[in-house]
């Protein structure tokens, strides 16, 4: 006896609905219908999932304070590429939010952080702009003077180029707002190069003094497709 | 104090006892740095000021004696201000943020 096929409008949308929702995300083997020019076939989710260009890979978020922000393997060699938020409060007025790779046991320390910061500058009297850096520093410094009210929350973007490749020394272009402790709205642009062989695995942040009372850091993978 | 990383998720990790040394050394280093630091943020801010004004030196410009005398006393800030105490007075602040003192202050007469 032929099978007889289920057409539109014999397809009641209970079967979705009446359905048990999954409830998170799909596992990479989980499978879906689709037409494929007009035949029905069967994907895993793998194949639909990067699709949105940017997968997370890391992430710490808390209104806790903390005395440094260390997120480890964010970087593998599923991506090349990756973009870093972040938004942080520093809990002692005046001092510097400051940035370092991780290898994945420990930041990386070494005096190898080659930078420079073009900085503008819009305060009481005016607008200002001055340039900066450091040709072998143990960190890169993004912001001047933080200012640790809540309200002046300092944020950040970074582009982090092959970080995972051992062959390469990373590079990244940081972009970052500041306000300070005399009510200076900065905007640090940054790129640095870490000019040791390495492998990064991660980041980390922390101040010139004290915690980081709330912080907002997500890293994400660039699809390399 | 014992520090800790937040991590991914927002896991805690204490510190280990290398990083807790290296961080009182960083945070040492910084305490020691503020005398110079402020004397940096003097000489950042007369470089604004200085530079507003140097148009006036233009060939086709007479610059006022006033602001050449104004010119000279921010130049010599930091020959004029040695101490800490003394660059706290010259950075400080109104509530509105505007520098306090009145050396900041381009003169008009």
């Known amino acids: 006896m032929a099978q007889t096929k289920i057409k539109a409008g014999g397809f009641d949308v209970d079967v979705i609905t009446g359905t048990t929702a999954l409830g998170a995300t799909p596992a990479d083997t989980d499978e879906l219908l689709l037409s494929d020019a007009g035949t029905l076939k069967r994907v895993d989710y793998s194949y639909l999932k990067d699709g949105a260009g940017l997968v997370l890979t890391g992430s710490s978020v808390s209104s806790t304070a903390a005395s440094a922000i260390t997120i480890t393997n964010c970087f593998s060699s599923t991506y090349q590429n990756y973009l870093l938020t972040g938004s942080m409060i520093p809990s002692t007025d005046g001092s510097t939010l400051r940035f370092r790779l991780h290898d994945g046991s420990n930041a990386l320390t070494a005096s190898s952080y080659k930078y420079a910061t073009f900085q503008t500058r819009m305060d009481s009297g005016g607008y200002a702009s001055a340039t900066g850096g450091n040709d072998g520093a143990d960190h890169v410094q993004l912001t001047s003077g933080n200012n640790n009210d809540i309200s002046n929350v300092a944020s950040t973007r970074m582009f982090i180029f092959s970080p995972a490749v051992a062959d390469y020394r990373t590079n990244a272009l940081m972009d970052t707002i500041g306000y300070t402790s005399s009510n200076d709205l900065d905007r640090n642009v940054q790129h640095m190069k870490y000019n040791t062989a390495h492998t990064a695995l991660g980041v980390t942040f922390y101040t010139s003094s004290g915690n980081i009372d709330e912080f907002d850091i997500r890293v994400y993978g660039m699809v390399n497709s | ?109």
Do not use: C
């Open chain 2, 1 to 109: 104090m014992v520090r800790y990383h937040a991590t991914n998720g927002n896991v805690r990790v204490q510190f280990t006892a290398e990083e807790e040394a290296a961080r009182d050394a960083e945070e040492k280093a910084w305490s020691d740095g503020a005398k110079d630091r402020k004397l940096e943020q003097i000489k950042s801010l007369r470089l604004v000021k200085l530079k507003n004004t140097d148009y006036m030196a233009n060939s086709d410009y007479t610059m006022p004696s006033y602001i050449k005398t104004w010119r000279q006393t921010l130049r010599d800030l930091p020959q004029n201000n040695t101490s800490e105490s003394q660059y706290d007075t010259l950075l400080e602040r109104n509530a509105d943020g505007s520098l306090k003192n009145s050396v900041w202050t381009q003169p008009t007469s």
